[in-house]
């Protein structure tokens, strides 16, 4: 099944991968991110707090709360580490103040959140490559996708830009696949960017809705890339000559994605 969210309004969708079985979940806020725990559930990231929602019972259990000093913010992009941990980034829900920052939380009593960037306006796109010594990440109004070393500690250094994004749009959200290539879905371009590990443009994929806003890979054989768009921002006149705007989009690849992992703190 695959499971998406509906930001602004408050939901968290799921569907197969044919777009039958539908069901929709009310969200307690914007949430930007919902991914599975080992446990069952998801970790789903609110306005200044995780929470765990069980779709069984639909119910929210608190996890964490934090960014108390930033009132603005939301979160936004995820994503699950191979040791279950959560690495993923706030916004200020404005779009104006570089209040954004990046975090990872391990679910530890006092040191399980740690901040590893800052001073970013819209974050987006965390993701590692294959072998886990690079991290990327997004700056989403700096149209710039930059890669860190993962040292052996597990913290980031060595910032460095890894790509910049052209006219028109600007880089959201963003996946890795099993060769070490960088997607990126463009907002405001239409358009899907296949990156390789070294930077290099490989592929640009087309699409008939000008906001896309995620990629990320499933069916059997991760062979599946699916990209999730957005109506957001779009005049009545765009709307009417992009009418597919708002869904969900699928489209075979050559090389499949990386397994999803699970968060590993919540138990």
Same mark, same amino acid.
Do not use: Y
């Given at each position: 099944m695959l499971y998406f969210v509906d930001i602004k309004q408050h939901? #968290?969708?799921?569907?197969?991968?044919?777009?039958?079985? !539908?069901?929709?979940?009310?969200?307690?806020? /914007?949430?930007?991110?919902?991914l599975p725990a080992e446990s069952g559930g998801f970790v789903c990231g609110?306005?200044?707090?995780l929470v765990h929602f069980d779709p069984a019972t639909g119910t929210f259990a608190p996890i964490t709360e934090f960014e108390a000093d930033r009132?603005? =913010? !939301?979160?936004?992009?995820?994503?699950?580490?191979?040791?279950?941990?959560?690495?993923?980034?706030?916004?200020? =829900?404005? /779009?104006?103040?570089?209040?954004g920052a990046l975090y990872r939380y391990d679910g530890a009593l006092r040191s399980g959140l740690t901040k590893h960037d800052d001073g970013i306006i819209?974050?987006?796109?965390p993701a590692f490559s294959p072998d886990r010594?690079?991290?990327y990440h997004t700056d989403t109004f700096g149209k710039t996708v930059y890669a860190f070393d993962v040292t052996a500690e597990g913290t980031l250094a060595n910032k460095r830009v890894f790509a910049?994004?052209?006219?028109?749009?600007?880089?959201?959200?963003?996946?890795v696949d099993a060769a070490g290539n960088v997607w990126v879905a463009v907002f405001r371009g239409a358009r899907v960017l296949r990156y390789s590990p070294a930077g290099e443009l490989l592929e640009t994929i087309a699409f008939p809705v000008p906001n896309i806003t995620k990629i990320a890979f499933g069916g059997p054989d991760l062979k599946t890339a699916f990209a999730t768009t957005a109506?957001?921002? #779009?005049?009545? /006149? /765009? !709307?009417?000559?992009a009418? #597919?705007?708002?869904g969900v989009f699928a489209f075979p690849v050559d090389v499949p994605g990386l397994p999803q992992h699970m968060i590993g703190f919540v138990k």
């Open positions: 939901k #968290l969708h799921r569907c197969d991968a044919h777009g039958g079985q !539908r069901q929709t979940w009310d969200m307690p806020g /914007e949430t930007g991110f919902a609110l306005a200044g707090k009132p603005g =913010n !939301r979160l936004n992009d995820g994503h699950v580490a191979h040791d279950g941990a959560l690495w993923f980034g706030s916004m200020d =829900n404005a /779009e104006t103040a570089a209040s819209i974050t987006n796109g010594k690079t991290f910049t994004i052209a006219e028109p749009g600007w880089p959201d959200g963003s996946a109506t957001k921002g #779009l005049t009545a /006149e /765009e !709307r009417a000559a009418p #597919l705007a708002g």
